[in-house]
């Protein structure tokens, strides 16, 4: 089975480490050091090797920071990951504090005393990442300096993992839908459009793309970690650690492409000198920035060029995805059927959920990972928004409750990422009422219609208003990007309270998740991806309009909708899905689970 | 009549003006000379003394710009005014460039030529305006200069009109609801929040809230045109000219403020060597940080400190304004009643129009001011969004046509925004269709409820929805900010599709405007003010909620309503609406008001 149960942590973490960490921070005479959960690769999900925050730490979320000085530490994770840190930390050590609301900006103001030197690892910290740090720190009158050699990874020492070293293999130009060559060529045009002469990439989702290859450094995105610089007229040099590279990958790359090893991007920058040289001052790590600057290159701050046309899939991925999407249901239609009989019967543990789950997705024969670790809650679980079950925190869902499952596949062809909810036994009739807010939330950002230029952060609301109505909200995001067998969260879109400027173009795929959660009671969220299309013209209307078109294609569990509550269109909306789920997946799947779809999808 | 019909400027003004002002360009080494529409106040309405893009061009809409060089010149206007500047500039003399679409910088990077030099007034722009512009010049090869005398006022001479010299007055703490010494007790301690010892603060509306006083220096706002600096704690120097104060303005001003002449500012700014001073690089012009960098200074660029207390008024103000909506309703209503009756039976023109609404908010015997001049747009002159009848464009609304009418008054206790279509004779099915498309979107935004953090921006897709859904829109915002018995159009909250980072806070008054316009046959928008509250406790909701209280008090014409439209909740939003506007206003007007009031408030 790919998903394990184990914590990879734990509260004594802080206790074994923090005194190695200072030790070594009082050697570099440093009065503090910053650890945050970025990596060298600014990715969401670290190789082992990189787990710093939870190595110093015990907190293992995907977002977060510590701080630590001399006599006190503090730990900062955001809303999702509250309890989390309370159980995985040791409050004797650390401070737990909110990482949005002040955040560690806040915590160094006060901190950090005047004429005291925090340290920090320019690797690991974009340029836009550091700038508030190093205004807070100046606002109490301490310096932030980048060290030479990071405290933690010495402290860590021969016990640290190794860095990984998976093959970087071709992506098929039958899933890619576009030779990578033109990419390169596209995007030099972009780079020159920008004013630069050649810029440099250490995105690894961005790699994977310009290249058209895929790798395996990193647990549920198919990664190749490295570093490439691409110049205007499209020629680039690729930098991946020789073990990863093979024979046929050189072949693949093609004459304008140069694979080299990293220990040569050193002596590459510095022969940058003179040139204009693209970085993304919100992706790249800061040491870029200062080698860039040292040998004499002058820095054009603009977005990744890659990072539009990535996110906005052409007609093979998007195609893709679609197929992807079919494979996926046919694992989730399976999983429902089992959920929807045996499961009624006789409840499943969060544990038992997974590994049904995960057997339906590997039993299609094409899974190449999961997307994520799925998230199976059961009843007051399901209210912890970033929930990963663990046989410590395993639960049997009871009947009355909530089984809240997310989900996702990579497959070759696509990226799939999908919740349902459903009802083990009658449910209440509030968690109807807030089933149904959630669900008009849901139609409502899928029947949008918006013109060019709007962006996620503009139709956020559609998801939240029947919420709000009732006092109601959640406290994630509505939508994020999805990549094309890449990571199953993608930037620069995303549907967010938080303001985004990046307009919605036709092909970018986000998902559309709204939720309500109560905690220690239940958790809801309805989750499809969707891809931004052209709208068919519509009659009497004067401008042209996008839309989406739904790639997620499994039912919605009618027992929790409150039908009264649902508009003539929202029901409309609902029974033409439900008819295309049944149309397309029925037909793929075993008779009885085919009969048992077929009554799901019925009109309601 | 306050409103009148003539034309300010003709497009023969190029053809006498450029000339002038080429003449004073060459005097000075200047290539080119940048003219924008923002005076040294940066205000929406000019005096007639600043009016220098008008005169250099002829085109007096409220946004826009020039560029003019020695050979070449180009205007600058938004899409709300490309039809206008069309027929009010000549087009020998100057390209018409869109103000958005890369605007004056796009026009830089390919009219200016390698070492060139072009002027500027560094009072006029604000160091946000002009951070664009100088990178667009540097990137043509040529270089932005301040000038030392604006070649336009060279031009201009003699004839230029006087700057005003209108009274400063008191305004009673009975509509300012907080005595002037508190408000910059409250702003000193803000400006000691941000790191700074004093502010130079020098928008009109944050001196005329500050200090409760009101000035007659531009049309249509009572703002005293002046600068301020105000100290930490609270004491503060005010910078106006003689013969606009009087003793009683300062004994109202109190023991805490210095009176000055405009002169003891460049003396007061010298002073401030060594000072940390607080200035909105978005508001003062960039000449008051050169001088202030000059002098020695440390600039702290932040928002003007007045910004966000002026906006969200006290219950003093949002009861003023009630009161002024109350009052304002009563001309509305009359107003109404006179265009359902002697209106229908022979239509009025624009101009009849605009007369008798001035009279009825005269006959209220409150009236200050209107608070812009009055939109009448019959049939296709309803399509342009930012009409304003002349003489020349006056038409006379004929029966199957809506005409729109965009209007509000100052008032003492408050400033009033509304606007209402009325159809004359029998509507089509198209315009009630769309009039109920936009509707929708009215009470989509007049009931919502959000939590504390949302900003406009986040809620404008409320408004658009309905007509996004049909391939509609309108291309200006929903909703700007209002001010108390000050601007029509105040920031900084603002609901509209551009990022706006404000978050609605309780007291803050605004537009809810979403609008249909089809060019050539008719313009249809719906406006009422509404002020932010917190909302009731929601019965069963988990969050404490905002919401708006509608302040305008008018009916909406129902002939123009497609019922089967609306949903239940739309419906008794209208319902409930109606009923408040009958129960309010009907007892202040004449039994024949209140009787057809009562009628087309009844339920649908």
Chains 1, 2 share one sequence.
Not at 62 to 74: I, N
Not at 134 to 149: N, W
Not at 180 to 197: F, H, L, P, S, Y
Request: charged fraction near 20%; proline fraction near 7%; glycine fraction near 8%.
């Amino acid at each position: 089975m790919r998903q394990t149960f184990d914590d990879h942590a734990d509260p004594s973490f802080g206790r074994k480490h923090l005194p190695l960490i200072r030790a070594e921070m009082a050697k570099q005479g440093l009065d503090g050091f910053l650890i945050p959960h970025e990596d060298e690769h600014q990715n969401e999900y670290l190789p082992d090797a990189n787990e710093r925050l939870a190595w110093a730490t015990g907190f293992t979320g995907s977002a977060g920071a510590a701080v630590v000085m001399a006599q006190a530490a503090a730990v900062f994770v955001d809303g999702r990951y509250t309890l989390q840190a309370q159980t995985q930390t040791d409050p004797e050590l650390f401070e737990r504090r909110d990482l949005m609301d002040g955040g560690v900006t806040a915590y160094l103001e006060t901190a950090a005393k005047a004429g005291q030197v925090i340290g920090y690892d320019a690797r690991l910290h974009s340029p836009d990442a550091l700038a508030p740090l190093k205004a807070a720190a100046a606002r109490a009158g301490a310096t932030l300096k980048p060290v030479e050699a990071n405290p933690v990874d010495a402290a860590w020492g021969e016990v640290r993992p190794p860095q990984p070293q998976a093959p970087v293999v071709p992506h098929a130009l039958e899933h890619a839908g576009e030779d990578g060559a033109e990419k390169r060529q596209r995007v030099g045009e972009e780079i020159a459009k920008a004013g630069a002469d050649v810029a440099l990439i250490t995105a690894p989702a961005s790699i994977a793309w310009l290249y058209n290859v895929r790798g395996g450094d990193v647990i549920r995105s198919p990664l190749p970690l490295g570093q490439t610089l691409v110049q205007a007229d499209g020629r680039a040099r690729l930098f991946l650690d020789p073990a990863k590279t093979s024979p046929e990958l050189r072949a693949w790359l093609g004459n304008s492409v140069t694979l080299e090893a990293p220990e040569a991007l050193a002596g590459a920058i510095a022969d940058l000198k003179g040139q204009r040289v693209l970085v993304d001052p919100a992706q790249a790590s800061a040491w870029y920035f200062a080698e860039l600057e040292a040998a004499g290159a002058t820095v054009v701050r603009a977005a990744d060029p890659c990072a539009l046309p990535r996110a906005a899939k052409n007609p093979v991925e998007v195609q893709g995805a679609r197929n992807a999407h079919v494979r996926d249901a046919t694992a989730i239609v399976r999983f429902l059927y089992w959920l929807a009989t045996e499961g009624q019967t006789s409840p499943p543990d969060e544990l038992e959920t997974v590994a049904k789950l995960e057997a339906f997705r590997e039993a299609t024969g094409a899974l190449r990972d999961l997307s994520f670790d799925t998230i199976a809650g059961a009843g007051a679980n399901g209210a912890i928004v970033h929930y990963r079950p663990t046989h410590k925190s395993n639960r049997r869902v009871k009947r009355g409750e909530l089984l809240l499952v997310d989900s996702g596949g990579q497959y070759l062809d696509g990226t799939t990422d999908i919740t349902r909810t459903v009802a083990i036994g009658e449910p209440s009739s509030e968690m109807c009422d807030r089933f149904t807010r959630v669900l008009k939330g849901h139609i409502a950002l899928a029947r949008i219609r918006f013109p060019a230029g709007t962006t996620g952060s503009a139709l956020d609301v559609l998801a939240r208003a029947s919420l709000w109505m009732a006092g109601l909200d959640y406290d994630h995001g509505t939508g994020h990007g999805v990549g094309s067998y890449l990571g199953v969260h993608e930037g620069p879109q995303r549907i967010a309270k938080a303001p985004n400027s990046v307009a919605l173009r036709p092909g970018m795929i986000v998902s559309n998740e709204p939720g309500y959660y109560k905690t220690g009671a239940y958790g809801i969220r309805i989750e499809n991806l969707q891809v931004v299309t052209a709208a068919k013209p519509i009659p009497g209307g004067d401008r042209p309009m996008l839309g989406f078109e739904t790639l997620t294609l499994a039912p919605i569990d009618r027992r929790l909708i409150a039908v009264e509550m649902l508009t003539p269109d929202e029901r409309a909306w609902l029974n033409t899905y439900h008819a295309q789920v049944a149309a397309k997946i029925a037909p793929l799947v075993e008779p009885e689970v085919a009969a048992w779809l077929a009554e799901v999808c019925e009109l309601i």
